[in-house]
């Protein structure tokens, strides 16, 4: 059995159950395979795929905190160091019920790659919990950070560990999980990113994901004699990255005619009001529905159902295997040109295979979203020389880190004669880095 094969084998029987894991390997094992072959004995005798799928570290620890009735709730913590080959482990932490050890360890696992190719300095690492911030008072979040940010701080530093947002945590949430740090180890460092403004954040970071997507996207079109002025486009989700990927698209001359939430979805022909997006999402913390009241001639449906929508690009911006194989097809009969990945891992293995078929130009998660994990790296770089950037410093930064990966992922995929194939060339070249780095490190 070919070694690519025998690990992925083993990955299945080591970590049973760990569906999103599987998936997030399979992808880049595939991806890389022509790459380990070509130096199959090496590769082997180093176990370097065994080791680059064994995280280096798991924690899991308990989360007691007190809701505002007096009764205790118990959450589960996790943090999995992935990978510390090129730098301080880095990642988010997301706050969601549906939170495990596989869907941790996917989004780890597909961070170390992605960092990598943002050409900084930063490990791969990502953390949570299966707390929803969801219908919870701002105390009831205070105290669950507090309590979780009690455990985690053992573990974390700007030197050796930097945690940021993701699903469910947004300023809010890094604020008293920052407090908490600074509380128990009387350290103001850079062991957060997304930090506000007034205390150590760095411009750009809330908008960076959302930009970042839009810069490679417009770079992929521009590389493929197309441009992005003058587009319709499908976004689903309604956060962070959804937000700021619409405003973007817009600045760019582009049209985004969908968003959604996990009740339901938006249709407005006219273009998106991102206004009331906003107010709906950043400022009352509210559902969808709302829309409605801003705009009485859009269209709201509940369940799923942007990827129904005829658009020209379709960017899924929400949660891990949101768009199938059934929703390619659909998007595929409507014409769609180019998908771009703002959510981690949000195409399903069938539905991506199927956009590579049909001709549409497709942009995987760890290269299309990963402006926001670059800005994080620039925050962290303001920190240390205790310096803050300009708006124009770091975006200009973002948008020449973006248009990098793009190239970077087109070359890598040319060199190995997949040209086009953005998904093998972003792991690729993502891998060739940290495989590099493990190697000159011996065996660690
Ligand atoms: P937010 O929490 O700000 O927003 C998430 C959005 O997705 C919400 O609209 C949410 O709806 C929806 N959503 C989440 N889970 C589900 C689900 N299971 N089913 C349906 N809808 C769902 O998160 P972000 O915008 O920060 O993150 C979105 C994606 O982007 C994630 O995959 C994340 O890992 C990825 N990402 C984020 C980065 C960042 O910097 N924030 C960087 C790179 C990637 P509802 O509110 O109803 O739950
Ligand atoms: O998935 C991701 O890249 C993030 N959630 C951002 C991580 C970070 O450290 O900014």
Same mark, same amino acid.
């Given at each position: 059995?070919?070694?690519?094969?025998?690990?992925?084998?083993?990955?299945?029987?080591?970590?049973?159950?760990?569906?999103?894991?599987?998936?997030?390997?399979?992808?880049?094992?595939?991806?890389?395979?022509?790459?380990?072959?070509?130096?199959?004995?090496?590769?082997?005798?180093?176990?370097?795929?065994?080791?680059?799928?064994?995280?280096?570290?798991?924690?899991?620890?308990?989360?007691?905190?007190?809701?505002?009735?007096?009764?205790?709730?118990?959450?589960?913590?996790?943090?999995?160091?992935?990978?510390?080959?090129?730098?301080?482990?880095?990642?988010?932490?997301?706050?969601?019920?549906?939170?495990?050890?596989?869907?941790?360890?996917?989004?780890?696992?597909?961070?170390?790659?992605?960092?990598?190719?943002?050409?900084?300095?930063?490990?791969?690492?990502?953390g949570g919990s299966d707390f929803d911030p969801k219908g919870k008072?701002?105390?009831?979040?205070?105290?669950?950070?507090?309590?979780?940010?009690?455990?985690?701080?053992?573990?974390?530093?700007?030197?050796?560990?930097?945690?940021?947002?993701?699903?469910?945590t947004g300023a809010r949430e890094i604020g008293y999980m920052y407090?908490?740090?600074?509380?128990?180890?009387?350290?103001?460092?850079?062991?957060?990113?997304?930090?506000?403004?007034?205390?150590?954040?760095?411009?750009?970071?809330?908008?960076?994901?959302?930009?970042?997507?839009?810069?490679?996207?417009?770079?992929?079109?521009?590389?493929?004699?197309?441009?992005?002025?003058?587009?319709?486009?499908?976004?689903?989700?309604?956060?962070?990255?959804?937000?700021?990927?619409?405003?973007?698209?817009?600045?760019?001359?582009?049209?985004?005619?969908?968003?959604?939430?996990?009740?339901?979805?938006?249709?407005?022909?006219?273009?998106?009001?991102?206004?009331?997006?906003?107010?709906?999402?950043?400022?009352?913390?509210?559902?969808l529905t709302e829309y409605k009241n801003y705009r009485p001639n859009?269209?709201?449906?509940?369940?799923?159902?942007?990827?129904?929508?005829?658009?020209?690009?379709?960017?899924?911006?929400?949660?891990?295997?949101?768009?199938?194989?059934?929703?390619?097809?659909?998007?595929?009969?409507?014409?769609?040109?180019?998908?771009?990945?703002?959510?981690?891992?949000?195409?399903?293995?069938?539905?991506?295979?199927?956009?590579?078929?049909? %001709?549409?130009?497709?942009?995987?998660? /760890?290269? $299309? @979203?990963?402006? +926001?994990?670059?800005?994080? !790296?620039?925050? *962290?770089?303001?920190?240390?020389?205790?310096?803050?950037?300009?708006?124009?410093?770091?975006?200009?930064?973002?948008?020449?880190?973006?248009?990098?990966?793009?190239?970077?992922?087109?070359?890598?995929?040319?060199?190995? %004669?997949?040209?086009?194939?953005?998904? /093998?060339? $972003? @792991?690729?070249? +993502?891998?060739?880095?940290? !495989?590099?780095? *493990?190697?000159?490190?011996?065996?660690?």
């Amino acid at each position: 059995m070919s070694y690519v094969d025998e690990v992925m084998q083993r990955i299945v029987e080591k970590n049973p159950g760990e569906a999103e894991f599987h998936q997030a390997a399979k992808e880049v094992l595939e991806s890389i395979r022509p790459v380990i072959e070509a130096k199959e004995d090496f590769y082997r005798k180093e176990a370097l795929l065994e080791r680059i799928t064994e995280p280096e570290r798991q924690l899991k620890f308990r989360v007691p905190w007190v809701d505002d009735k007096g009764q205790v709730q118990v959450n589960t913590g996790y943090r999995v160091q992935f990978n510390s080959a090129i730098g301080p482990y880095k990642g988010g932490l997301r706050l969601h019920p549906s939170v495990n050890t596989s869907i941790i360890k996917f989004l780890g696992f597909e961070q170390i790659f992605k960092n990598s190719l943002t050409g900084l300095p930063i490990g791969g690492g990502k953390g949570g919990s299966d707390f929803d911030p969801k219908g919870k008072s701002d105390r009831e979040v205070m105290a669950f950070c507090q309590s979780f940010m009690t455990e985690l701080h053992k573990y974390i530093g700007a030197n050796t560990d930097v945690p940021a947002g993701d699903i469910g945590t947004g300023a809010r949430e890094i604020g008293y999980m920052y407090g908490q740090y600074k509380r128990l180890t009387g350290l103001y460092e850079g062991v957060l990113t997304g930090k506000g403004l007034t205390y150590g954040g760095s411009l750009v970071r809330t908008e960076a994901t959302g930009y970042g997507l839009l810069y490679l996207t417009d770079e992929m079109l521009k590389m493929n004699g197309q441009d992005i002025a003058g587009k319709t486009i499908s976004v689903s989700g309604s956060g962070n990255v959804a937000i700021y990927a619409m405003e973007k698209a817009y600045q760019l001359g582009a049209k985004p005619v969908t968003c959604s939430d996990s009740t339901g979805w938006v249709y407005d022909p006219e273009g998106i009001d991102l206004a009331a997006v906003k107010e709906i999402k950043e400022v009352k913390r509210a559902r969808l529905t709302e829309y409605k009241n801003y705009r009485p001639n859009a269209e709201y449906h509940e369940g799923k159902g942007v990827w129904t929508v005829k658009v020209d690009i379709a960017l899924p911006c929400a949660t891990q295997n949101e768009l199938d194989l059934e929703d390619a097809k659909t998007l595929v009969a409507n014409g769609v040109m180019a998908v771009a990945e703002g959510a981690n891992m949000p195409s399903t293995l069938e539905a991506t295979e199927y956009f590579q078929k049909h %001709g549409v130009l497709f942009a995987p998660a /760890k290269a $299309a @979203n990963a402006g +926001g994990v670059a800005t994080s !790296a620039l925050e *962290m770089s303001q920190n240390s020389e205790r310096l803050s950037w300009t708006f124009e410093e770091v975006d200009a930064k973002l948008k020449d880190i973006m248009v990098n990966i793009c190239h970077n992922m087109a070359d890598a995929a040319k060199r190995y %004669g997949f040209e086009g194939d953005y998904v /093998k060339g $972003a @792991n690729i070249a +993502g891998f060739e880095k940290v !495989a590099e780095a *493990m190697i000159a490190q011996g065996v660690c």
